[in-house]
C-alpha cells in the first residue's frame, strides 16, 4: 500500500539515513533537501527512490561522503572541476556556484565536472542559474549501465544522457511556485531510467515504444531495464525521436563525458556496481552582455504569451512552457504530501537498517 508522507518528514528521514552512511548534517540536508525536491516537482524517478542505490554506492566504495569539488583548470571564464565521486546534489552546486559567479563576472563561463555521483535533477542547476538572470545549457553523461540503445541497435550502449536548457523569463508571476522561467530538462531516452523503477515497484506496465527486453524485442514490461531476466541479461530503454533522440544523446555524451574528462561508454560494465557518476558540460550566459537587458525580457514575454494565447486543443488544459508542471507539482505536493509507494519504502527502511537505523513506520 503506498503512503502519503509530508515533505519536511519525508527530508527528515532521508538526512537521517544519509548521516548513518557518513555524510556530515550539512550534507545530508543539502541531498536530502534536492532529493524530496525531485518528488515535490513531480519526479520521483529523481527523488528519495534514489537513496537506497545511494546507500549502496557508499558501501561499494563508489560514492564518497564529504567529497568536494576540486578545481583542475581556472582561465577566468573557463573552468574545470572534478567531483571526487562525491554527492552530484553537493558537488554539482558547488560547482555551479563557482560557474555563476565567474558568468557575472566576465559575461560568460564555460565548466565542466567530472567524476559526480549522480547529479539528481539537472533542472535544479538550471534554476541556480535563472535566478541568477543567466541563460544556461547542460549536456550531461552517465557512467553506470549502458541502458539505452542507439537508434537501430538491439541492446544498451550508453546511458539516460540529459539535457537541459534554462532560459530566464521575466514577469511571468511572483513567488517560486507561480508561473516563471523556461527550464527545459529531459532524458535523450524516451524516459528516465528512474521511471522504469518508479513503474517497476508499483507493478506498472509502460507505454509501447519505450523498451526493448533483452532479445531486442519490443516490451512494456519495466522489469527488463530494472532486474536482470532468467538468462542474466537486460532489456534496453529506447531514445526519443528515434534519429534525433539518439544524435541528442550521442552529443551529450561526447560533451558531458570525453569534454569534461569523465569518460564515454566503450568497454564492458559490471551490472552489480551502484555507483552512477556523472559528467557534465555546462555553459552560461549573461544576456545583458549580449545587448539591452530590457529588450531580451521584452522579447522572452513577447514570445512565451503569445504561446500561451494559443486556444487548448480538445482535451488539452492549454500550452505549457517548460518548468510549468514542475512548479504546479511543487504547489500541490507540498500542502497534500509525496506519495512513496510500498516496495520503495521498504527499499528506504531497508538502507537505514544496513548502518541499525530503524525508521518511523
Not at 271 to 283: D, F, H, K, S, Y
Request: charged share 15%.
Amino acid at each position: 500500500m503506498s503512503k502519503i508522507i509530508s515533505s519536511l518528514e519525508l527530508q527528515a528521514v532521508t538526512a537521517d539515513i544519509l548521516v548513518a552512511a557518513g555524510s556530515s548534517a550539512a550534507e545530508a540536508q543539502t541531498v536530502a533537501a534536492n532529493l524530496v525536491m525531485a518528488n515535490l516537482s513531480g519526479h520521483d524517478s529523481h527523488g528519495v527512490g534514489m537513496l537506497p542505490r545511494y546507500v549502496d554506492a557508499v558501501l561499494e566504495g563508489g560514492l564518497k561522503p564529504n567529497a568536494a569539488a576540486r578545481i583542475t583548470m581556472d582561465i577566468g571564464s573557463m573552468l574545470a572541476l572534478d567531483g571526487q565521486r562525491g554527492y552530484g546534489q553537493v558537488v554539482g552546486e558547488q560547482a555551479m556556484g563557482l560557474a555563476i559567479d565567474r558568468a557575472l563576472a566576465h559575461g560568460s563561463c564555460i565548466m565542466t565536472l567530472a567524476q559526480a555521483h549522480h547529479l539528481g535533477r539537472i533542472g535544479h542547476f538550471a534554476e541556480m542559474a535563472v535566478a541568477r538572470g543567466l541563460v544556461s545549457m547542460h549536456f550531461v553523461s552517465v557512467v553506470s549501465r549502458p541502458v539505452v540503445a542507439p537508434w537501430g541497435g538491439a541492446d544498451g550502449r550508453f546511458g539516460t544522457n540529459p539535457c537541459c536548457i534554462g532560459i530566464p523569463v521575466a514577469g511571468r508571476g511572483q513567488g517560486a511556485d507561480a508561473p516563471g522561467h523556461f527550464i527545459l530538462d529531459f532524458a535523450t531516452s524516451r524516459v528516465a531510467q528512474g521511471k522504469m523503477r518508479v513503474a517497476y515497484n508499483k507493478g506498472q506496465q509502460v507505454a509501447p515504444g519505450t523498451l526493448i527486453d533483452e532479445y531486442g524485442n519490443p516490451s512494456t514490461d519495466p522489469g527488463v531495464v530494472v532486474v536482470p531476466q532468467s538468462n542474466g541479461l537486460l532489456g534496453a530503454l529506447l531514445t526519443f525521436g528515434e534519429h534525433k533522440g539518439f544524435g541528442m544523446a550521442v552529443a551529450c555524451e561526447l560533451l558531458g563525458g570525453a569534454l569534461s574528462g569523465n569518460g564515454t561508454w566503450h568497454k564492458p560494465c559490471d551490472p552489480t556496481v551502484r555507483a552512477v557518476i556523472n559528467g557534465m558540460l555546462c555553459i552560461l550566459i549573461d544576456p545583458a552582455r549580449l545587448g539591452p537587458k530590457a529588450d531580451f525580457e521584452r522579447e522572452t514575454l513577447a514570445f512565451v504569451d503569445s504561446l500561451q494565447a494559443s486556444p487548448p486543443a480538445p482535451g488539452s488544459p492549454g500550452v505549457q512552457i517548460a518548468g510549468d508542471p514542475e512548479r504546479a507539482a511543487r504547489a500541490q505536493r507540498s500542502i497534500d504530501g509525496v506519495m512513496i509507494d510500498s516496495q520503495t519504502w521498504q527499499d528506504i527502511t531497508e538502507a537505514g537498517r544496513k548502518f541499525g537505523l530503524v525508521v518511523p513506520a
